[in-house]
């Protein structure tokens, strides 16, 4: 008899045990499916995609003021006043109304 109840003891502990392992499983997929659950993840998963947007659209437009900032110092840069500012003039002879480019094309008095 003794035996009987071990046995029984042990086939209760082993059901136990499974049974435990089911409730268990069974809890964290109710977890998984708990609207409380899903609505904080979706809440963490728009918290960074917010804090996301906002990094990527600041390193655009610093990447964009920086492109604006290069074209507007080469448009400076060829510009006909930064040009003249830098000793350059544009002469045009006056008889025939030519522009200049070479001393050649002058001769004393001109």
């Not at 964290?28 to 899903?38: R, S």
């Not at 003021?65 to 290069?70: A, E, K, T």
Request: charged content about 20%; proline content about 4%; aromatic content about 6%.
């Amino acid at each position: 008899m003794d035996e009987l109840e071990l046995r029984l003891n042990q086939a209760m502990q082993t059901k136990l045990r499974h049974n435990k392992g089911l409730l268990e499983a069974t809890i964290a997929k109710l977890w998984q499916h708990n609207p409380a659950v899903t609505i904080n993840n979706y809440k963490q998963k728009h918290d960074y995609l917010s804090k996301r947007l906002i990094t990527v659209t600041r390193h655009k437009l610093e990447w964009l003021n920086q492109r604006l900032l290069n074209y507007s110092q080469t448009l400076h840069a060829v510009s006909p006043l930064a040009t003249l500012n830098r000793g350059y003039a544009l002469v045009i002879h006056h008889p025939s109304g030519q522009i200049i480019r070479s001393t050649e094309q002058l001769r004393p008095g001109d």
